[in-house]
Protein backbone atom coordinates (compact mmCIF):
# COMPACT_ATOMS: atom_id res chain seq x y z
CA UNK A 1 0.00 0.00 0.00
CA UNK A 2 0.75 3.83 -0.42
CA UNK A 3 0.33 7.08 0.28
CA UNK A 4 -0.54 9.41 -2.63
CA UNK A 5 0.29 13.25 -2.45
CA UNK A 6 -0.46 16.04 -5.38
CA UNK A 7 2.53 18.40 -5.12
CA UNK A 8 1.22 21.94 -6.75
CA UNK A 9 -0.75 19.95 -9.84
CA UNK A 10 -1.92 21.50 -12.27
CA UNK A 11 -3.85 20.60 -15.93
CA UNK A 12 -4.58 23.37 -18.10
CA UNK A 13 -5.80 21.65 -21.48
CA UNK A 14 -4.42 23.43 -24.85
CA UNK A 15 -6.89 26.00 -25.96
CA UNK A 16 -7.82 27.04 -22.62
CA UNK A 17 -6.39 29.94 -20.54
CA UNK A 18 -7.77 28.30 -17.33
CA UNK A 19 -6.54 25.67 -15.54
CA UNK A 20 -9.04 22.30 -15.09
CA UNK A 21 -6.60 21.69 -11.91
CA UNK A 22 -4.79 24.55 -10.36
CA UNK A 23 -1.93 24.02 -8.29
CA UNK A 24 -3.50 21.06 -6.34
CA UNK A 25 -2.28 20.02 -3.10
CA UNK A 26 -3.39 16.97 -1.61
CA UNK A 27 -1.45 14.49 0.80
CA UNK A 28 -3.96 11.08 1.41
CA UNK A 29 -2.57 8.63 3.73
CA UNK A 30 -1.61 5.29 3.46
CA UNK A 31 -5.49 2.90 3.47
CA UNK A 32 -7.22 6.12 3.38
CA UNK A 33 -9.94 6.61 1.47
CA UNK A 34 -10.47 9.76 -0.05
CA UNK A 35 -13.60 11.08 -1.73
CA UNK A 36 -13.10 13.81 -4.54
CA UNK A 37 -16.36 15.75 -4.74
CA UNK A 38 -17.93 18.91 -6.64
CA UNK A 39 -19.96 20.23 -9.25
CA UNK A 40 -19.42 19.26 -12.85
CA UNK A 41 -16.67 20.55 -14.54
CA UNK A 42 -14.34 21.64 -11.16
CA UNK A 43 -11.62 19.03 -12.08
CA UNK A 44 -12.45 16.40 -10.11
CA UNK A 45 -12.02 13.42 -12.89
CA UNK A 46 -9.18 15.20 -14.44
CA UNK A 47 -7.19 15.33 -11.01
CA UNK A 48 -8.13 11.34 -10.61
CA UNK A 49 -6.84 10.92 -14.93
CA UNK A 50 -3.61 12.74 -13.60
CA UNK A 51 -3.40 10.33 -10.56
CA UNK A 52 -3.82 7.58 -13.21
CA UNK A 53 -1.63 8.97 -15.75
CA UNK A 54 -4.21 9.97 -18.12
CA UNK A 55 -3.94 13.23 -18.28
CA UNK A 56 -0.69 15.62 -18.50
CA UNK A 57 0.47 17.33 -15.36
CA UNK A 58 1.36 20.66 -16.99
CA UNK A 59 3.48 21.79 -13.59
CA UNK A 60 3.78 20.26 -10.25
CA UNK A 61 4.52 16.81 -9.13
CA UNK A 62 2.10 13.37 -8.43
CA UNK A 63 3.61 10.77 -5.97
CA UNK A 64 2.64 7.31 -4.79
CA UNK A 65 4.75 6.42 -1.62
CA UNK A 66 8.24 7.96 -1.93
CA UNK A 67 7.97 7.18 -6.13
CA UNK A 68 7.78 10.43 -8.45
CA UNK A 69 5.51 9.23 -10.77
CA UNK A 70 4.59 12.32 -13.01
CA UNK A 71 5.96 11.11 -15.96
CA UNK A 72 5.44 7.45 -15.46
CA UNK A 73 3.21 5.40 -17.80
CA UNK A 74 0.08 4.74 -16.21
CA UNK A 75 1.25 0.89 -16.99
CA UNK A 76 3.85 1.46 -14.22
CA UNK A 77 1.75 3.05 -11.93
CA UNK A 78 0.81 0.16 -9.60
CA UNK A 79 -2.60 1.54 -9.93
CA UNK A 80 -6.02 -0.09 -10.98
CA UNK A 81 -9.48 1.89 -11.87
CA UNK A 82 -12.76 1.87 -11.38
CA UNK A 83 -14.77 3.17 -14.25
CA UNK A 84 -18.13 4.60 -14.68
CA UNK A 85 -19.44 2.36 -17.17
CA UNK A 86 -17.61 -1.18 -16.25
CA UNK A 87 -15.74 -1.72 -19.32
CA UNK A 88 -15.96 -5.17 -19.33
CA UNK A 89 -15.51 -7.19 -22.69
CA UNK A 90 -18.96 -8.99 -23.63
CA UNK A 91 -17.89 -12.07 -25.31
CA UNK A 92 -15.47 -12.66 -21.75
CA UNK A 93 -16.90 -14.54 -18.70
CA UNK A 94 -16.58 -12.96 -15.42
CA UNK A 95 -13.81 -15.32 -14.99
CA UNK A 96 -11.82 -14.14 -17.76
CA UNK A 97 -12.55 -10.22 -17.34
CA UNK A 98 -11.18 -10.52 -13.29
CA UNK A 99 -8.15 -11.77 -14.72
CA UNK A 100 -7.82 -10.28 -18.10
CA UNK A 101 -5.27 -7.91 -16.80
CA UNK A 102 -2.99 -10.77 -15.07
CA UNK A 103 -2.93 -12.71 -18.12
CA UNK A 104 -1.64 -9.71 -20.06
CA UNK A 105 0.92 -9.16 -17.60
CA UNK A 106 2.10 -12.95 -18.14
CA UNK A 107 0.76 -14.09 -14.47
CA UNK A 108 0.78 -17.85 -14.47
CA UNK A 109 -2.55 -19.26 -14.82
CA UNK A 110 -3.01 -21.35 -11.41
CA UNK A 111 -2.00 -17.68 -9.92
CA UNK A 112 -5.01 -16.34 -12.16
CA UNK A 113 -7.43 -18.46 -11.12
CA UNK A 114 -6.50 -18.64 -7.15
CA UNK A 115 -6.46 -14.47 -7.54
CA UNK A 116 -9.81 -14.64 -9.12
CA UNK A 117 -11.56 -17.18 -7.10
CA UNK A 118 -10.62 -15.37 -3.57
CA UNK A 119 -11.73 -11.91 -5.33
CA UNK A 120 -15.02 -13.50 -6.32
CA UNK A 121 -15.59 -14.94 -3.35
CA UNK A 122 -15.31 -11.48 -1.33
CA UNK A 123 -17.74 -9.58 -3.93
CA UNK A 124 -20.28 -13.04 -3.84
CA UNK A 125 -19.15 -13.75 -7.51
CA UNK A 126 -18.65 -17.02 -7.38
CA UNK A 127 -22.05 -18.68 -8.66
CA UNK A 128 -21.29 -16.23 -11.89
CA UNK A 129 -17.92 -16.61 -12.45
CA UNK A 130 -18.75 -18.35 -16.38
CA UNK A 131 -21.50 -16.49 -16.95
CA UNK A 132 -21.46 -13.39 -19.28
CA UNK A 133 -21.98 -9.73 -18.82
CA UNK A 134 -24.95 -9.51 -20.53
CA UNK A 135 -26.44 -12.32 -18.04
CA UNK A 136 -25.47 -10.05 -15.03
CA UNK A 137 -27.37 -7.06 -13.12
CA UNK A 138 -25.89 -3.78 -13.36
CA UNK A 139 -24.55 -4.15 -9.74
CA UNK A 140 -23.13 -7.58 -10.62
CA UNK A 141 -21.57 -6.10 -13.08
CA UNK A 142 -19.64 -2.72 -11.23
CA UNK A 143 -18.90 -5.81 -8.61
CA UNK A 144 -17.27 -7.58 -11.69
CA UNK A 145 -15.39 -4.40 -12.20
CA UNK A 146 -14.30 -4.01 -8.66
CA UNK A 147 -13.03 -7.60 -8.97
CA UNK A 148 -11.06 -6.72 -11.91
CA UNK A 149 -9.58 -4.28 -9.87
CA UNK A 150 -8.88 -6.58 -6.81
CA UNK A 151 -6.97 -9.18 -8.37
CA UNK A 152 -4.29 -6.87 -9.67
CA UNK A 153 -3.43 -6.07 -5.80
CA UNK A 154 -2.41 -2.52 -6.39
CA UNK A 155 -1.07 -0.11 -4.33
CA UNK A 156 -4.14 2.58 -4.88
CA UNK A 157 -7.54 2.02 -6.40
CA UNK A 158 -9.10 4.51 -8.24
CA UNK A 159 -12.76 5.29 -8.94
CA UNK A 160 -14.32 7.07 -11.15
CA UNK A 161 -18.42 7.73 -10.24
CA UNK A 162 -18.63 3.70 -10.20
CA UNK A 163 -22.49 3.82 -9.20
CA UNK A 164 -23.66 6.58 -11.67
CA UNK A 165 -25.38 4.34 -13.36
CA UNK A 166 -27.11 1.91 -11.00
CA UNK A 167 -30.55 2.98 -9.86
CA UNK A 168 -31.24 4.62 -6.67
CA UNK A 169 -31.79 1.58 -4.71
CA UNK A 170 -28.73 -0.66 -5.84
CA UNK A 171 -27.10 2.78 -5.45
CA UNK A 172 -27.09 2.59 -1.72
CA UNK A 173 -26.37 -1.15 -1.35
CA UNK A 174 -23.58 -1.42 -3.71
CA UNK A 175 -21.89 2.12 -1.44
CA UNK A 176 -21.94 0.35 1.74
CA UNK A 177 -20.60 -2.66 -0.20
CA UNK A 178 -17.26 -0.49 -1.82
CA UNK A 179 -17.01 1.16 1.42
CA UNK A 180 -16.86 -2.25 3.44
CA UNK A 181 -14.72 -3.83 0.91
CA UNK A 182 -12.05 -0.65 0.90
CA UNK A 183 -11.56 -1.25 4.47
CA UNK A 184 -11.50 -4.99 4.62
CA UNK A 185 -8.44 -4.97 1.86
CA UNK A 186 -6.89 -1.32 3.24
CA UNK A 187 -5.85 -0.33 -0.16
CA UNK A 188 -5.62 3.75 -0.59
CA UNK A 189 -8.70 4.51 -2.70
CA UNK A 190 -9.26 7.80 -4.33
CA UNK A 191 -13.10 7.96 -5.46
CA UNK A 192 -14.51 11.07 -7.53
CA UNK A 193 -18.03 11.37 -7.73
CA UNK A 194 -20.54 14.27 -7.95
CA UNK A 195 -23.51 12.64 -5.03
CA UNK A 196 -22.01 14.43 -2.25
CA UNK A 197 -24.31 11.79 -0.33
CA UNK A 198 -22.12 9.13 -1.62
CA UNK A 199 -19.13 11.38 -0.38
CA UNK A 200 -20.49 11.65 3.20
CA UNK A 201 -21.37 7.97 3.63
CA UNK A 202 -18.49 6.53 2.10
CA UNK A 203 -15.35 8.90 2.74
CA UNK A 204 -12.86 8.94 5.53
CA UNK A 205 -11.77 12.25 4.41
CA UNK A 206 -13.47 14.24 1.42
CA UNK A 207 -11.97 16.99 -0.47
CA UNK A 208 -14.52 19.38 -1.95
CA UNK A 209 -13.00 21.22 -5.62
CA UNK A 210 -14.52 24.01 -7.42
CA UNK A 211 -13.41 25.45 -10.93
CA UNK A 212 -10.53 23.23 -10.71
CA UNK A 213 -9.11 24.94 -6.81
CA UNK A 214 -9.25 22.69 -3.48
CA UNK A 215 -12.03 24.30 -1.33
CA UNK A 216 -11.69 22.20 1.57
CA UNK A 217 -10.26 18.56 2.77
CA UNK A 218 -11.32 17.19 6.00
CA UNK A 219 -13.95 14.47 7.66
CA UNK A 220 -17.62 14.19 6.11
CA UNK A 221 -18.75 15.50 9.94
CA UNK A 222 -15.96 18.70 10.35
CA UNK A 223 -17.21 19.21 6.02
CA UNK A 224 -21.04 19.16 7.89
CA UNK A 225 -19.89 21.10 10.75
CA UNK A 226 -17.19 23.25 10.29
CA UNK A 227 -17.46 24.15 6.10
CA UNK A 228 -14.85 26.78 5.70
CA UNK A 229 -16.64 28.65 2.88
CA UNK A 230 -19.99 29.69 1.59
CA UNK A 231 -19.81 27.38 -1.19
CA UNK A 232 -18.82 23.97 0.79
CA UNK A 233 -21.69 24.89 3.44
CA UNK A 234 -24.01 25.12 0.34
CA UNK A 235 -22.80 22.24 -1.57
CA UNK A 236 -22.53 19.52 1.46
CA UNK A 237 -25.90 18.31 2.97
CA UNK A 238 -28.99 17.02 1.64
CA UNK A 239 -31.41 19.33 1.72
CA UNK A 240 -28.93 21.77 0.94
CA UNK A 241 -28.25 24.62 3.56
CA UNK A 242 -30.53 27.09 3.97
CA UNK A 243 -28.15 30.34 2.61
CA UNK A 244 -28.92 34.54 2.41
CA UNK A 245 -27.59 37.47 2.24
CA UNK A 246 -28.22 39.65 5.78
CA UNK A 247 -27.98 43.87 6.11
CA UNK A 248 -26.04 43.81 9.27
CA UNK A 249 -27.46 46.37 11.69
CA UNK A 250 -25.86 48.31 14.36
CA UNK A 251 -28.10 46.51 17.41
CA UNK A 252 -26.25 43.60 16.58
CA UNK A 253 -28.99 41.74 14.71
CA UNK A 254 -28.88 40.73 10.89
CA UNK A 255 -31.89 41.64 9.02
CA UNK A 256 -33.50 39.88 5.49
CA UNK A 257 -37.13 40.75 5.04
CA UNK A 258 -38.89 40.57 8.27
CA UNK A 259 -36.18 37.59 9.44
CA UNK A 260 -33.44 39.08 12.54
CA UNK A 261 -30.91 36.57 13.27
CA UNK A 262 -28.47 37.75 16.31
CA UNK A 263 -24.64 37.99 14.98
CA UNK A 264 -22.18 37.53 18.53
CA UNK A 265 -19.82 40.40 19.29
CA UNK A 266 -17.07 38.29 17.17
CA UNK A 267 -18.72 37.97 13.71
CA UNK A 268 -19.39 41.70 13.81
CA UNK A 269 -15.74 42.30 14.88
CA UNK A 270 -15.24 40.53 11.56
CA UNK A 271 -17.13 42.18 8.84
CA UNK A 272 -14.80 44.56 7.07
CA UNK A 273 -15.95 47.72 4.58
CA UNK A 274 -15.29 45.11 1.46
CA UNK A 275 -18.44 43.55 2.76
CA UNK A 276 -20.42 46.94 2.80
CA UNK A 277 -22.36 46.25 6.02
CA UNK A 278 -23.66 42.78 4.77
CA UNK A 279 -22.76 38.95 6.15
CA UNK A 280 -24.18 35.63 4.45
CA UNK A 281 -25.94 33.37 7.39
CA UNK A 282 -26.27 30.04 6.69
CA UNK A 283 -28.74 27.39 8.72
CA UNK A 284 -29.46 23.36 7.69
CA UNK A 285 -33.22 22.72 7.68
CA UNK A 286 -32.90 20.58 11.16
CA UNK A 287 -31.14 23.46 12.50
CA UNK A 288 -34.22 25.58 12.69
CA UNK A 289 -37.20 25.08 15.34
CA UNK A 290 -40.39 26.63 15.92
CA UNK A 291 -40.79 29.02 18.34
CA UNK A 292 -43.16 31.68 19.30
CA UNK A 293 -42.87 35.51 17.51
CA UNK A 294 -40.27 37.12 18.76
CA UNK A 295 -37.57 39.85 17.72
CA UNK A 296 -35.00 37.04 17.00
CA UNK A 297 -37.39 34.89 15.37
CA UNK A 298 -37.25 34.02 11.61
CA UNK A 299 -41.42 34.10 9.85
CA UNK A 300 -41.91 31.88 7.23
CA UNK A 301 -45.16 30.93 5.10
CA UNK A 302 -45.63 27.38 4.20
CA UNK A 303 -46.05 26.46 0.38
CA UNK A 304 -45.60 23.02 0.90
CA UNK A 305 -45.40 20.01 3.56
CA UNK A 306 -43.25 16.22 2.72
CA UNK A 307 -44.41 13.72 4.99
CA UNK A 308 -41.35 11.75 4.81
CA UNK A 309 -42.58 8.78 7.80
CA UNK A 310 -38.87 9.42 9.82
CA UNK A 311 -39.13 13.22 9.14
CA UNK A 312 -41.02 16.04 8.10
CA UNK A 313 -39.66 19.14 5.49
CA UNK A 314 -41.40 22.39 5.46
CA UNK A 315 -40.91 24.64 2.11
CA UNK A 316 -41.45 27.90 2.65
CA UNK A 317 -41.09 31.68 2.03
CA UNK A 318 -39.68 34.62 4.14
CA UNK A 319 -42.31 37.24 5.07
CA UNK A 320 -41.84 40.51 4.57
CA UNK A 321 -39.81 39.57 0.87
CA UNK A 322 -36.43 39.22 0.76
CA UNK A 323 -34.87 36.07 -0.86
CA UNK A 324 -32.07 33.36 0.10
CA UNK A 325 -29.27 32.59 -1.70
CA UNK A 326 -26.17 34.28 -1.25
CA UNK A 327 -24.97 35.48 -4.30
CA UNK A 328 -21.75 36.29 -2.88
CA UNK A 329 -18.73 37.79 -5.03
CA UNK A 330 -17.07 34.57 -4.43
CA UNK A 331 -20.36 32.81 -5.43
CA UNK A 332 -21.91 34.65 -7.86
CA UNK A 333 -23.51 31.67 -9.72
CA UNK A 334 -25.37 30.99 -6.55
CA UNK A 335 -28.77 32.06 -7.64
CA UNK A 336 -31.66 33.56 -5.03
CA UNK A 337 -34.51 31.75 -4.50
CA UNK A 338 -37.30 32.54 -1.64
CA UNK A 339 -37.54 29.26 -0.51
CA UNK A 340 -36.63 27.91 2.98
CA UNK A 341 -36.62 24.57 4.09
CA UNK A 342 -37.43 23.39 7.33
CA UNK A 343 -36.96 19.86 9.21
CA UNK A 344 -39.33 18.98 11.66
CA UNK A 345 -40.94 15.95 13.34
CA UNK A 346 -43.31 13.97 11.54
CA UNK A 347 -46.95 14.79 11.31
CA UNK A 348 -46.35 18.28 13.44
CA UNK A 349 -46.41 20.60 10.28
CA UNK A 350 -48.80 23.48 9.83
CA UNK A 351 -50.95 23.15 7.00
CA UNK A 352 -50.04 24.81 3.62
CA UNK A 353 -50.18 28.85 4.11
CA UNK A 354 -50.12 28.58 7.41
CA UNK A 355 -47.23 31.51 9.34
CA UNK A 356 -44.75 29.80 11.32
CA UNK A 357 -41.92 31.70 13.44
CA UNK A 358 -38.49 29.80 13.51
CA UNK A 359 -35.58 30.20 15.08
CA UNK A 360 -31.53 29.22 14.83
CA UNK A 361 -30.44 26.42 17.76
CA UNK A 362 -27.63 27.31 19.39
CA UNK A 363 -24.42 26.51 17.21
CA UNK A 364 -26.72 26.04 14.27
CA UNK A 365 -25.36 29.24 12.68
CA UNK A 366 -22.71 29.59 10.09
CA UNK A 367 -21.23 32.79 9.11
CA UNK A 368 -19.52 33.95 5.96
CA UNK A 369 -18.59 37.27 4.52
CA UNK A 370 -20.10 38.77 1.80
CA UNK A 371 -17.16 39.69 0.20
CA UNK A 372 -15.03 36.80 -0.28
CA UNK A 373 -17.23 33.79 1.42
CA UNK A 374 -15.31 32.96 3.91
CA UNK A 375 -16.48 31.67 7.21
CA UNK A 376 -16.68 34.01 9.84
CA UNK A 377 -16.67 33.47 13.72
CA UNK A 378 -20.04 32.18 14.59
Do not use: W
Request: proline letters at 6%; glycine letters at 10%; one cysteine or more.
Amino acid sequence: MATVTFDKATRIYPGSDTPAVDSLDLKIADGEFLVLVGPSGCGKSTSLRMLAGLEDVNSGRIYIGDRDVTDVQPKNRDIAMVFQNYALYPHMTVRDNMGFALKIAGTPKDEIKKRVEEAAQILDLTPYLDRKPKALSGGQRQRVAMGRAIVRKPQVFLMDEPLSNLDAKLRVQTRTQIASLQRSLGVTTVYVTHDQTEALTMGDRIAVLKDGILQQVGSPREMYDRPANEFVAGFIGSPAMNLGTFEVSDDGFATLGKARVPLSKEAMAAITPEDKGQIVIGFRPEALEIVDENQASIPVEIDLVEELGSDSYMYGRLVGGGQLGSGTDANPDDEASDQIIIRTAPHTAPPKGSIVHVQIKPGGQHNFSKATGNRLPD
